[in-house]
């Protein structure tokens, strides 16, 4: 008998700092987003779009990044896998560690639940540390907690570096359709 999977929130941050295709990383992350909505990946929400310093080269082009909010209906390891295809249709090439890159997509948070298997880490393990992720995601979840320590968002965004949040800047609100 198939296991029936219930609707959950599902948290995915989007990065890019380099083009693809002829698309500037920005136009990128919000055709990503909208690929990804469908029946069994419901987009509800998406923040606005920031800027960050690439890392740990720094004269690397900076990021453009946003978290979306979606209700998923897939298991968390299908969610993973769909998310590295829509990183390869997008042009992801994963030469080397941190290298700048064309989509990232991370699962940051999927229904509260955690899991510490090979393919499958949740909450995403730098989910609390990551100015890049921790502001837009506060955005368009302030009541958010992590779902380990239950810390809630707005404390860990007063407890990272200020250097990170002053890098950390917004770049523009967006307008998506939402069905």
């Given at each position: ?52 310093p ?30 590295g295809?829509m ?34 880490k ?10 890049f ?5 506060h ?41």
């Amino acid at each position: 008998m198939k296991q029936q999977i219930q609707f959950r929130k599902a948290y995915i941050s989007f990065g890019a700092n380099l083009a693809f295709a002829g698309q500037a990383p920005e136009q990128t992350i919000l055709a990503a987003m909208q690929a990804l909505d469908d029946a069994d990946l419901q987009l509800i929400n998406c923040s606005s779009l920031w800027a960050s310093p690439a890392w740990p080269d720094a004269n690397d082009p900076s990021f453009v990044n946003a978290v979306a909010l979606f209700m998923c209906h897939l298991t968390p390891l299908r969610l993973m896998n769909r998310l590295g295809r829509m990183e390869n249709r997008y042009g992801r090439v994963r030469n080397k560690p941190n290298a700048p890159r064309t989509l990232d997509l991370d699962l940051i948070s999927y229904g509260g639940l955690v899991s510490n298997t090979r393919r499958v880490k949740l909450p995403h393990p730098g989910a609390g540390s990551r100015a890049f992720v921790l502001l837009p995601l506060h955005e368009i979840a302030p009541d958010w907690k992590h779902p380990i320590t239950a810390e809630p968002i707005g404390q860990m965004i007063a407890d990272l570096p200020v250097q990170d949040k002053s890098e950390t800047k917004l770049l523009k609100t967006v307008q998506i359709d939402i069905a």
